[in-house]
T-cell receptor, first 111, second 110 residues
Framework: DTAVSQTPKYLVTQMGNDKSIKCEQNLGHDTMYWYKQDSKKFLKIMFS???????INETVPNRFSPKSPDKAHLNLHINSLELGDSAVYFC??????????FGSGTRLTVV | QKEVEQNSGPLSVPEGAIASLNCTYS??????FFWYRQYSGKSPELIMFIYSNGDKEDGRFTAQLNKASQYVSLLIRDSQPSDSATYLCAVGTGGFKTIFGAGTRLFVKA
């Protein structure tokens, strides 16, 4: 039973397209996150929601828009994809300060 | 800007040796400290967390925290080839924000 599940696992798309990544957690955690891991493996936070409320919104192009319909789901929509958006996007969840549980990641390739 | 620094490695140790991974952080107000392991092509998984100065042991892993020196380390005893991975240090800087270091690649030679 997967704790944090992301779909799709791989996403190959052309520049200019719009795409979405979905994330669901069944751990009962209150907080969910989107992280971007670039080619140098550096993990950088993008957004965080706590009980459906946006609490972290880092300097990310406004082409990226998160949505949390309930505390178990956090989706990421990306408009007008660019080559530089190619990366691995990780969803994660946490409860208080007990560390993150990550999803398996979505490898986005923009061509 | 709040930062977490790690030596990128690779750190190479023989099987059975102790691997020592180090991390420094810039924000003195940081309250929580984590070590994650990431195998190539996989997601990070939490190994340990530590909040107080001193050592915390879990099996072959020991996390060490020194807030005065803004330093956190991870020791892996009796290193195994299966420990070969990238180890990410992460620091909770308050609220819900956690900053990750760039990771140290560890190779354990059989």
């Amino acid at each position: 039973d997967t704790a944090v599940s992301q779909t799709p696992k791989y996403l190959v798309t052309q520049m200019g397209n719009d795409k979405s990544i979905k994330c669901e957690q069944n751990l009962g955690h209150d907080t969910m996150y989107w992280y971007k891991q670039d080619s140098k493996k550096f993990l950088k936070i993008m957004f965080s929601y706590n009980n459906k409320e946006l609490i972290i919104n880092e300097t990310v192009p406004n082409r990226f828009s998160p949505k949390s319909p309930d505390k178990a789901h956090l989706n990421l929509h990306i408009n007008s994809l660019e080559l530089g958006d190619s990366a691995v996007y990780f969803c994660a969840s946490s409860q208080e300060l007990l560390g993150y549980t990550f999803g398996s990641g979505t490898r986005l390739t923009v061509v | 800007q709040k930062e977490v620094e790690q030596n990128s490695g690779p750190l190479s140790v023989p099987e059975g040796a102790i691997a020592s991974l180090n991390c420094t952080y810039s924000d003195r107000g940081s309250q929580s400290f984590f070590w994650y392991r990431q195998y190539s092509g996989k997601s990070p998984e939490l190994i340990m967390f530590i909040y107080s100065n001193g050592d915390k042991e879990d099996g072959r892993f020991t996390a060490q925290l020194n807030k005065a020196s803004q330093y956190v380390s991870l020791l892996i005893r009796d290193s195994q080839p299966s420990d070969s991975a990238t180890y990410l240090c992460a620091v909770g800087t308050g609220g819900f924000k956690t900053i990750f270091g760039a990771g140290t690649r560890l190779f354990v030679k059989a």
